[in-house]
């Protein structure tokens, strides 16, 4: 199984970090700013120029026999999926949502009085079947929003990305399953660490640009990792 990781592109809350590097006046679930929406074009052109020339080869580190990808998976925060979106619309895959690999925190706000971060709902089922088409919406949903719990405490981010690997290893033991996953900054810190049994509470921490690609490897007990933040797909004015 090869997954590739991307992360998403630049949401408004990215651009205020940039700024002025302060979280005031963060949103709770982002759109995409006109830089991102770029970013979201190039990447998903890029996966699509590599799609028909894929062949599989072990020593074909950087790609360069093509992508191949075979199953499309996205956070389902706003961002992410419309990232995602991109991507489908190009290469003629579904988007599957699926709720364990969304952004450290889940979708919260901090309570301007008491600081405290407050949980949020994040858009119902219906909203995100009538933004994104191509979207498989989870089972279970329910009729409000996806996250309508409270903030995600750290405690609870290493086994949600050791739960995310399991699954993948469960679901995905064909050698020819070509894994994208559009996700989050924070969250491929974790997931990398439950990926080759890191300790995520040991300060190690790997950086992504905005629609950046990982590529790993998982073959039963050996795992792999070709390339890390790889955007050299973009022109430099896009890079963020």
Known sequence: MQIFFIRHAQSTNNALWNNTGSSVGR???????????????????????????????????????????THLYSSLMTR???????????IQLPVRGWIDIHECGGI??????????????????????????NLIIPDGLGVGGWWNRPYESRELWIGRAQKVVEKLMRDHQADNDRIALVSHGCFFRYFLCAVFNLDANDGVWFDMNNVAITRLEINGDTKRLYYLNRVDFLPKELIS
Not at 121 to 126: E, H, Y
């Open 27 to 69: 949103v709770e679930d982002p759109e995409l700013t006109d830089l991102g929406w770029r970013q979201a074009k190039a990447v998903a052109e890029y996966i699509r120029s590599q799609q028909q020339d894929y062949q599989y080869d072990q020593d074909d580190i950087q790609n360069l026999k093509g992508l191949g990808i």
């Open 80 to 90: 992410a999926l419309s990232t995602a979106h991109s991507i489908a619309e190009q």
């Open 108 to 133: 919260f706000l901090d309570d301007e009085i008491s600081g405290e971060r407050k949980g949020l709902p994040g858009k119902t089922g219906a909203e995100l079947a009538n933004r994104f088409p």
